[in-house]
């Protein structure tokens, strides 16, 4: 019996190795025939160059099959007989386009009879994914997050508040008078600056750069102190070191009248509509009115020393006026003129001569008036108008010669003397300073405002004039911006000669 099942076992495998062996040949004479090279399978597997999947057993009698009719139906085409040119195809063979749909739909589990073009696999196709039901959260909740608004810090860190490494024009001004005591230019709404040098007023034209002379006083001791424009531009009043003041229309350059307040310095102007307010060598300020010939309204010893700070508040409500004798005086509008010794305060901090004012809106205070003060003192105050306190100072260690505060940038740009002869730009609420601009020769004398606030000409005893761009009018929010300086531009912009 068991000599029976060893005979058994021996022809079965005698027939898998037969039935091997003519699986083998076939495979070999099918890519001979197609001019193909044999591969070593098992050096491939080795390598691990290609992954084979599992088949059934039953499929390779079906794969025999096929690879063996396309070697007999090559061989009966005449390739195996000398190439005949007319080539015949048995009826029971498949061409070779039906045996490509047949094992294409063979892998894909189609049955073997149906015969239909097969579409591709692997391919991407565009279906969309489903939606995400109502109430889910991913958990990578960071990859979605651009759904969010951005926070204030990170558009902080977006924006970058660039100040100027030069001016934009400088402007040679010859015979300007090194006079702290002085208010030599002015920028009217007109769109031009007037500026004095000793005998002669000239106006300068920043749009064209053009400049053109404007009135002269006759060379002899006296000479011009200080210019200002009226409210809307239409005369230029000019303030002599006698005590006289011209008033010059500005269309014509004539001049209109001559007016006199008393023998001594007029040091500084301001206008209020028709009425003009100016500040003496004796400390008393005058207010005229230029549309009368009994021009005097009245005046009043606001000091004791010079007057050399004079301004309106940017609403008319008040008059501040600042001299020598370091005090600050304000005064109501509404009794001003009928009677200035009333409603009167006196702001008392400074220990030197007080010539800086600007007034500036605050978050917190509706008009606060900064100030600085000269030599011996070189601070930078912040004023409440209402109750006359200290609110914010600052040490700069230079006297203080001007100051400007801008309501868009929240910033204030103050100008200097001795010894550091620079501008400097700090933040309005805390007094930070945030920018300081390279030093000029000489100390600075006095600036002026463009109409736009955005423009800053200043005056200095290196007798020259230059023209700042210090808070452009083309970015929004601008308190929100990062303190950065661009980098330094040489020869960019030409020198300018007045005259």
């Not at 977006?158 to 040679?172: G, V």
């Not at 930078?380 to 801008?406: A, C, Q, R, Y």
Request: with cysteine.
């Amino acid at each position: 019996m068991k000599s029976l099942n060893r005979s058994k076992i021996s022809k079965i495998n005698e027939s898998s190795n037969t039935e091997k062996e003519l699986f083998a040949r076939s495979v070999k004479s099918a890519l001979n025939s197609s001019n193909a090279t044999l591969i070593n399978v098992s050096q491939s597997l080795c390598q691990g160059d290609r992954l084979i999947p599992r088949r059934d057993d039953e499929r390779f009698d079906y794969g025999n099959y096929s690879i063996t009719n396309r070697s007999k139906q090559k061989a009966s085409n005449g390739e195996s007989n000398g190439g005949s040119s007319e080539p015949t195809t048995p009826p029971n063979f498949l061409d070779e386009n039906d045996e490509n749909i047949v094992l294409k739909n063979y892998i894909r589990g189609k049955p073997e009879e149906k015969l239909e073009e097969a579409e591709k696999i692997w391919t991407f196709t565009g279906i969309s994914v489903p939606q995400a039901p109502v109430g889910h959260m991913s958990r990578q909740r960071v990859v979605h997050s651009g759904i969010l608004k951005p926070s204030s810090s990170m558009k902080k860190a977006t924006r970058k508040r660039c100040y100027p490494a030069s001016e934009l024009r400088i402007l040679d001004a010859p015979n300007l008078l090194d006079d702290y005591y002085s208010t030599p230019v002015h920028w009217g709404h007109n769109n031009q600056i007037a500026v004095a040098l000793t005998y002669d007023i000239y106006s300068y034209e920043p749009t064209s750069g053009e400049s053109h002379h404007v009135f002269s006083i006759a060379e002899g001791p006296d000479f011009i102190s200080s210019v200002q424009y009226s409210n809307s531009a239409q005369y230029l009043s000019v303030g002599l070191s006698d005590g006289k003041i011209h008033i010059i229309d500005v269309e014509t350059k004539t001049k209109v009248r001559t007016i006199r307040s008393q023998v001594g310095r007029i040091a500084c102007q301001a206008w209020n509509h028709s009425n003009l307010s100016v500040g003496t060598r004796s400390g008393h300020v005058y207010h005229h009115d230029v549309r009368v010939s009994d021009h005097k309204i009245s005046n009043y010893g606001a000091h004791t020393e010079e007057v050399c700070g004079l301004m309106w508040s940017p609403d008319k409500k008040y008059l501040v006026s600042s001299g020598g004798d370091c005090n600050i005086q304000v005064w109501d509008a509404s009794t001003v003129y009928s009677s200035p010794e009333s409603n009167q305060k006196t702001l008392v901090g400074h220990t030197g001569t007080v010539k800086a004012l600007s007034f500036f809106q605050n978050s917190c205070y509706e008009d606060v008036l900064a100030s600085g003060g000269g030599t011996n003192d070189g601070t930078i105050k912040l004023w409440n108008i209402d109750n006359g306190t200290v609110m914010k100072e600052v040490e700069t260690h230079s006297p203080v010669n001007g100051i400007f505060g801008s309501d868009s940038y929240k910033e204030l740009v103050s100008f200097h003397g001795n010894p550091s002869n620079n501008m400097n730009i700090w933040h309005s609420g805390n007094l930070k300073q945030l920018h300081s601009f390279e030093p000029y020769r000489e100390r600075i004398i006095s600036h002026a405002v463009s109409p736009s606030k955005e423009y800053v000409v200043t005056a200095s005893a290196d007798q020259t004039i230059k023209l700042w761009e210090l808070f452009p009018d083309n970015c929004n929010n601008k308190k929100d911006f990062e303190f950065v300086s661009k980098p330094r531009q040489h020869n960019v912009h030409p020198t300018h000669r007045i005259r």
